[in-house]
C-alpha cells in the first residue's frame, strides 16, 4: 500500500490498492509465485476428486442435483452448479487432503483463493494475466488482514479457527478485481464478506467434517459478496477500521500504511510437502530422519516424546476415528512415519491404524509442551516460522536417539523448489489424469500469462 493511501480508512485503501493495481505493476518474483500455488491448488483439487470419498461424491451430487445448465465448472467431475456453490465445492476439495499452502501468520490461502478466483474467471472470460493478477492481490491483502489481526492477538484466544474471516475477506478481493468492482462496490463487498461464520475448532479434538466445510463457506460467501455487490448492495465501507469493526471485535490497532503494493509476501509463503496440518511437519520430518538414520524396530521402541509449542503440543488425537483425527495428530503421523518411513494421505488412517503393531506405538507417544519452543513460537516471523519440534525416540535398552526441525521443508527458509512443486502435482494426480493431461495442465500454468482465456485451463481440469 503506497504512501498515498496512508491516510485513508482501512477497507477504503484495500479497495483502492485492488482496483488500481495492474499486472504490470507485479514483480516478476510474485507472478511466477501465483502460477506455483495455482498449480498447488489444482493438484490438491483433483487430487481429493481422485480419492472418491464419501463426502466429495455428495457434496458434488447435491450442488448439482437441481441446478439446470449451471454457471462454472467442478473441478474433477466437469459437472456445472451456481458460481457460489461451485466454488464452495471446489474449496473443499482444495481443503479436503489438508495439502493446501499458506503463511506463517495464519491459516491457508489457496484453498480459499484460487476456487473463488477460478469461479470468476470464468464468468467473465477473463485471461491468464487477468488471474494472476487476481490471484497475486488476494495472497496480499490474506498475508496483510493477518499480520494486522493476528500479529499481536494470540490467534489461541479468539478460541476458534481465526482464519474463517481471512478467507471471506480476502475471497472477496480476486472476485471482485475479475468483476471489475469500483472502489465503492469492492469495500461494500468485504463488509457483505463479514457476516458472520459461527464455528469452532471441536474437529481438532472429535475429528468432525465441520473442518472440510468451513473453507468452503468462507470461499463461498466471498464470491456470493462480490456478485451482489455488482448489483450495487453493498455492506459496511468501514468494516474493518469502524467502530464495531472486525478490528475492535478482536482488539487489533492496525497502523497504515502495511506494506501492500511495496513488497510482496506471496514470496513468503509455505508450500506442504505433507498432507498435514502444518504444526506437526516438524515432528513429521524429524521422524522421518531418525527412520531414515537408524531404522529402529518398532517393537524394541520402549517411548517417543515429541517436544513443540504448547498450542502445537494439543494436536494429539489417540482415538484415530476420521481423516480430520489422523491431519491433527502428532501421534497418529509420529507413529505412522516410525513404521512407513513416510506420512501417507489422511483418508488412508483405517489402513494405517490395522498395522497389528500401531495401537501400541501410538501410546508410547508423549506430547510436551517445551518452553524453548513456546519461546520461538512467541517470537514467530519469516526468518524463525512458529512450528519446531524435537523427536526423542527411547528404546528397551535405554538408547536414546534425538532428531530436532526448527524450519521444516517447504517454508522461505527452506523451501519446495519449483520442481517439488511440479512433482507434488503430478504425484497427486497419477491416476486421476493421464500423464498427457498432466503435461497439459503444467504446460498451461508454465505459460499463464499467454492464455486469453481461463476457460481453456479449466476444460483441462475435468476428468475424463
Request: glycine content about 8%.
Amino acid at each position: 500500500m503506497s504512501n498515498k493511501h496512508a491516510k485513508k480508512a482501512y477497507t477504503r485503501a484495500i479497495a483502492e490498492y485492488v482496483c488500481e493495481t495492474r499486472f504490470s505493476d507485479l514483480p516478476q518474483e510474485a507472478v511466477a509465485c501465483a502460477k506455483l500455488h495455482l498449480l498447488d491448488a489444482i493438484g490438491i483439487m483433483l487430487g481429493a476428486y481422485g480419492a472418491k470419498h464419501e463426502l466429495i461424491r455428495s457434496l458434488i451430487e447435491l450442488v448439482t442435483e437441481s441446478c439446470g445448465d449451471g454457471q462454472a465448472t467442478i473441478v474433477g467431475s466437469g459437472e456445472k452448479a451456481t458460481y457460489p456453490d461451485v466454488v464452495m465445492t471446489n474449496s473443499v476439495m482444495a481443503n479436503f487432503l489438508d495439502f493446501s499452502d499458506g503463511h506463517f501468520r495464519g491459516g491457508h490461502i489457496n484453498d480459499r483463493l484460487v476456487p473463488v478466483a477460478l469461479a470468476a474467471a470464468e464468468r467473465v472470460g477473463a485471461s491468464g494475466k487477468d488471474l494472476v493478477t487476481a490471484l497475486v492481490l488476494g495472497y496480499e491483502v490474506y498475508i496483510d488482514l493477518a499480520s494486522t489481526l493476528f500479529g499481536t492477538v494470540e490467534p489461541t484466544s479468539t478460541r476458534s479457527p481465526y482464519f474463517v474471516i481471512l478467507g471471506a475477506l480476502s475471497g472477496v478481493v480476486p472476485a471482485g478485481k475479475l468483476f471489475g468492482l469500483d472502489v465503492e462496490q469492492l469495500a461494500g463487498a468485504l463488509g457483505l464478506a463479514a457476516s458472520v461464520q459461527l464455528t469452532g475448532a471441536q474437529y481438532v479434538v472429535s475429528g468432525g467434517h465441520e473442518k472440510d466445510l468451513t473453507v468452503g463457506h468462507e470461499s463461498r460467501r466471498a464470491i456470493l459478496s462480490a456478485l451482489i455487490a455488482e448489483k450495487g448492495i453493498l455492506g459496511s465501507r468501514d468494516i474493518l477500521e469502524g467502530q464495531r469493526g472486525v478490528f475492535n471485535v478482536l482488539d487489533a490497532k492496525p497502523e497504515l500504511p502495511t506494506g501492500l503494493g511495496e513488497h510482496y509476501r506471496i514470496v513468503e509463503c509455505y508450500f506442504k510437502p505433507y498432507p498435514a496440518c502444518r504444526f506437526l511437519h516438524a515432528s513429521i520430518e524429524a521422524t522421518m530422519n531418525l527412520k531414515k538414520e537408524y531404522d529402529i524396530p518398532i517393537a524394541e521402541i520402549e517411548k517417543v516424546t515429541v517436544r513443540t509449542n504448547t498450542s502445537s503440543s494439543r494436536r494429539a488425537s489417540y482415538v484415530i476415528s476420521s481423516h480430520v483425527h489422523a491431519i491433527f495428530s502428532h501421534p497418529y503421523q509420529v507413529a505412522t512415519v516410525l513404521i512407513d518411513g513416510h506420512p501417507s494421505l489422511p483418508i488412508c488412517w483405517q489402513e494405517k491404524t490395522r498395522h497389528p503393531l500401531f495401537d501400541a506405538l501410538l501410546h508410547r507417544i508423549e506430547m510436551v509442551a517445551d518452553p524453548k519452543y513456546e519461546a520461538m513460537f512467541q517470537r514467530r516471523s519469516l526468518e524463525q516460522p512458529p512450528w519446531p519440534a524435537e523427536v526423542e525416540v527411547i528404546t528397551r535398552d535405554g538408547k536414546s536417539y534425538r532428531s530436532e526441525v526448527l524450519s521444516p521443508k517447504g517454508d522461505p527458509t527452506n523451501p519446495l523448489t519449483p520442481d517439488e512443486v511440479r512433482d507434488k502435482f503430478s504425484r497427486l494426480t497419477e491416476g486421476v489424469l493421464t500423464a498427457a493431461r498432466q503435461a497439459e495442465i503444467l504446460e498451461t500454468v508454465e505459460h499463464l500469462e499467454e492464455l486469453a482465456d481461463v476457460a481453456d485451463l479449466v476444460k483441462l481440469l475435468v476428468v475424463s
